[in-house]
């Protein structure tokens, strides 16, 4: 069987199974000295060393030319912010604070130095708001361009994970939704769609702002349950939903799309804004009470989008406006598909 | 101007300029809870945080298909033996323990799952013997294989650096070196070494095995500047004297080259010996008394091969049993050349 058949979500699982606790020699840490608070399958990994007050957090995220990126619609400049970025909103997922970087970059030999001094740049302006600091990273020739992020941050309070939704919660997102994928789509057909709202989205395709400050205040006022949405609304509930063994519904008409999508596509801006992909708010999940408290000290744009339920572990239904299920405009994202 | 006209190391220390310290914002990390012990150019970054008694390392490494490896000289299993093992490596060379590690995955379409089953079969073994836990990664769509290992460890003691080489102290080396590079010369020549010696060889470049405990029983002996030996001895211990700020002098007849070698080639086994690379054990320096001390303490093969001198910041002269200097055989390996 190859990758493609099996898909990204298929092959991930295997990997589970394949991986797993392992013993260890006279010289390898012990067991005993640290705890893994989160395991692999959530968006970042937390582990504490007993020793210590400090709960970590580690994640990765890889981009490769022609797959993730272009550099028509994606600048030197704003790849480096988007690489930090994903990993930052990761992290900002588990309710932590950003710290240590390591960055990889795969060049092909021809890259320009120039080019590499513009992602950088993007890097570092990331870097320098969010408090996150390089301390490593490696360089090697690639026939294809690639970056690879390591981040580690660190847990205030108790990591949120995906598994922990329930019958009954209340579904809520940090903010607005589908400016990426718009600002993608107006980049792409630029003759037609030139108006302050195309630049708009634009900017939210190639400057996507992490949710680091919205995650610590889930986790203070009580989330349990929480992801980033970086694959699109529906299909990373459709995650979180699949993690915690439950269904959800969402209604379609409580979702924050992006104010500039419904000028910009006033056709499909829903499908943009419920299968989009790398918006970088935050998906939670919560009792109604905890949400109703939450979502009053959170920004603006954030709402209340919908409920978990009963049913097929993973299963998620767009309801309309007047309650009938919603057909998926546009196909999902999946990185072997 | 290109990469591959500024070389691998051009390109980092351009790096270096334009990272660097970072400010932060209200929900970032202060500064203040945390110390950098050492920072990105070493083998591993090493950080600790104020309130934790636990300095940390954190290194990363990519292999590229075509580039760093080929499915004929390096089967999937030893594929991910090897992706590990170069960075437990890089936690041995600072005298650490490695503990976590992130793993990401670049890979065609039509790879077949039986092959990356077989990696993480290879990974799993490795970590199982040396105690690391794979707790999170990433896995891409990408038209050229690559995987990328992130791995943090802990600190046993103060960490070794490559800066601090000074001239008067002896260099020394863990184990033998050369195997890695004969065993993927005899597999690329196959019909005309099939003995013994050869599949020795071949083990040594599938199957490397870092050095983590030699790195303890370095530490633990007062040895302040190490590195491990990834691209070669001769190019690695200039590496180590650059960082110094130093020169060296290296005794061709002192080098521990793998008792195979000899045997499998007998005109330019030391040229293999001295630029072979993926050899993976440490390269050290230290005052003469401190060095007759830990070479006592260390396994058979361990050696002392030369000394640091006062001179051209990165310049390595080899001498031959009559003090001659002795001219290089090979080509060095530079990630763009």
């Known amino acids: 069987m ?11 699982s295997l990997v589970q199974e394949w991986t797993g ?9 012990s067991p005993d000295t640290y705890r893994i608070d989160v395991d692999n399958g959530d968006d970042a990994a937390a582990a504490t060393f007993l020793s210590s007050p400090v709960t970590e957090l580690y ?9 993730h990126f272009t550099s028509e619609t994606t600048p030197w400049r704003d790849l480096g912010w988007k690489a930090i970025a994903s990993n930052i909103s990761d992290v900002a ?10 960055v990889t970059l795969g060049l092909p030999a021809d890259t320009l130095v120039d080019d590499i001094k513009e992602l950088y740049a993007g890097m570092t302006e990331i870097c320098r708001e969010f408090g996150v600091r390089v301390i490593g990273g490696d360089m090697v020739r690639s026939p294809v361009g690639f970056i ?5 941050g660190i847990a205030s309070g108790r990591p949120m994970v995906r598994t922990a939704a329930r019958p009954g919660h209340l579904v809520g997102v940090t903010g607005t939704v589908g400016g990426s994928a718009g600002g993608l789509r107006a980049m792409l057909r630029e003759a037609r769609d030139v108006g302050a709202a195309a630049g708009q989205l634009a900017i939210a395709h190639r400057r996507p702002r992490p949710h680091v400050a919205e995650g610590q205040i889930l986790v203070a006022n009580g989330i349990e349950s929480a992801m980033d949405v970086s694959d699109g609304l529906a299909d990373d509930l459709a ?20 104010p500039a999508l419904k000028s910009v596509f006033s056709e499909d801006w829903l499908d943009l804004a419920l299968y989009g992909g790398e918006d970088y708010v935050l998906l939670f999940a919560a009792p109604p009470e ?9 920004p603006g744009p954030a709402a209340i989008i919908g409920e978990i339920t009963d049913g097929e572990a993973g299963a998620v239904t767009i309801l309309d406006a007047e309650g009938n299920p919603r057909h998926r405009g546009g196909a999902g994202w999946d990185h072997f598909g």
């Open 2 to 12: 190859r990758v493609s058949q099996l898909g990204e979500f298929g092959l991930i």
């Open 21 to 29: 606790s392992v013993a260890s020699d006279p010289v390898a840490i």
């Open 59 to 67: 994640t990765t995220d890889t981009m490769v030319e022609g797959i």
């Open 93 to 102: 997922a588990m309710g932590g604070t950003p710290a240590f970087a390591l």
């Open 148 to 152: 690879t992020v390591a981040l580690t």
């Open 239 to 258: 995650k979180l939903c699949s993690a915690s063994g439950v269904a959800a519904v969402v209604w379609a008409d409580q979702v924050p799309a992006d």
């Open 290 to 298: 905890v949400m109703s408290a939450v979502i009053d000290r959170l």
